[in-house]
C-alpha cells in the first residue's frame, strides 16, 4: 500500500515538473524578447529569475504545489496553499480545478472553482470568475466550465456552469458566458454572444514597441 502511494506521488512530481516547464516557457517569452532574460539560460535560472521578477508566476507556482498535494492524497494541505494563494496573490483556486501547461494570471482577484478543466495556455486577466453556477434557470450544481487551449479571458469576464468555451476563443472584458463558445470566436457582452474571430496562436507572437 505504501509502495503504491510512493507511486502516485513519483507520477504526480513527473506531472508538476511538465506542466510547470510550459508555464516557464510562456512566462519566459516577454523577459525573453526584451533582454531581461537570455534564450541559453538553464531551466532552473529561468524558474528562479520568474519567481522572484515576474508579478503573477509564484500564483501558478503554488497553484501547481496545490494540485500536487491534493492528488497525492495530502488535501488539508493542498486547501492550505490555496489559502496562502488567496491572501498573498488574491487567487482563489478550488482543490478540484486543473489546467494544462502554459498557465497565465496575468494579475489577481480570480476565482476558479467547481470542477473546471482548462487547456494549455490559458490566460486570465483581473478580476475574472469561472466556476459554478446558481440561477433560477440553472439550480446550483458543482460543475464548472472547460476551457479550451489558446483561450483569453478578460478582465472581468464571468464563466459559469457547465459550459464549453472553445479553442482560440477570446472572452471579451466583463462578458458573462453562461452558454457553449464555439473555437476561434469573440463572446461578448452580457449574457455573452459568440461573433466569428477568436485567436490563431501561430500568427500571434511577442513584439516591443517601437519608437
Do not use: C
Amino acid at each position: 500500500m505504501m509502495g503504491g502511494r510512493l507511486q502516485r506521488i513519483r507520477a504526480n512530481w513527473r506531472e508538476l515538473r511538465a506542466l510547470l516547464r510550459e508555464d516557464i516557457e510562456l512566462h519566459a517569452a516577454w523577459p525573453r524578447t526584451f533582454g531581461l532574460i537570455r534564450r541559453d539560460r538553464p531551466t532552473w535560472f529561468t524558474f528562479l529569475y520568474l519567481l522572484f521578477a515576474i508579478h503573477m508566476f509564484p500564483a501558478v507556482v503554488l497553484y501547481r504545489l496545490q494540485v500536487f498535494l491534493y492528488e497525492s492524497g495530502f488535501p488539508r494541505a493542498a486547501t492550505a496553499v490555496s489559502r496562502l494563494n488567496a491572501f498573498l496573490f488574491d487567487v482563489t483556486i478550488g482543490n478540484h480545478v486543473r489546467a494544462g501547461g502554459g498557465l497565465l494570471i496575468a494579475h489577481g482577484h480570480v476565482v476558479l472553482d467547481g470542477w473546471t478543466r482548462l487547456g494549455k495556455r490559458v490566460e486570465i486577466n483581473p478580476f475574472v470568475t469561472l466556476g459554478i453556477g446558481n440561477s433560477s434557470r440553472r439550480p446550483f450544481e458543482l460543475w464548472g466550465p472547460e476551457i479550451g487551449d489558446d483561450v483569453n479571458i478578460g478582465t472581468g469576464a464571468k464563466v459559469i456552469g457547465r459550459v464549453k468555451v472553445g479553442e482560440g476563443v477570446k472572452i471579451g472584458a466583463n462578458a458573462v458566458v453562461v452558454s457553449d463558445i464555439p473555437p476561434f470566436h469573440t463572446a461578448v457582452g452580457v449574457p455573452a454572444r459568440a461573433i466569428p474571430g477568436g485567436r490563431r496562436r501561430e500568427t500571434e507572437t511577442w513584439e516591443p514597441p517601437r519608437g
